[in-house]
């Protein structure tokens, strides 16, 4: 039983290791780009983008952490944002459910390829559904039901 228990707590601080070593670096690249406006420029290259998602420029960098590097990567760059205030509730929503749908893309397409899938049509299939499912999102998320998560967040 102290075998399980032991493996267990070394394999999971092992991951909060693994984590934290791409996180870390991460959050120290975004407050640097933030500092010399790198942000500005980039979410210039996504307007489309981010018109089309429904979220702010300041929403670009989360999501293509999250895109790239997967959930958990982007999860911690993610709440730095939202810590700092720079993402609404409705860009924290249209996020993780773009995410959701569409994370890891790198990653995950080489994995299914690896086993015979098509990732040409894995890859396009996971985006238009990510894009369509965060487009209706965004038009249906009313802004006075979000307010409605504040009154109830004592609850959670």
Known sequence: MMDILKEGLIGSLSSVYSIALIVIPLMIVLQIAKDYHVLN????????????????????????VGVIFGISYGAGVIIQSSKEGDLTKKDLILLVAFLVTCHAVFEDTLL???VGANGYVLLGVRLLMAVGITYFLSKRINLNDLSELDKNKDLI
């Open 112 to 114: 299914f390829v690896a």
């Open 41 to 64: 420029k980039l979410s210039q290259h996504f307007k489309g983008l981010t018109k089309l998602l429904g979220v702010s420029k300041d929403a670009i960098l989360p999501l293509l």
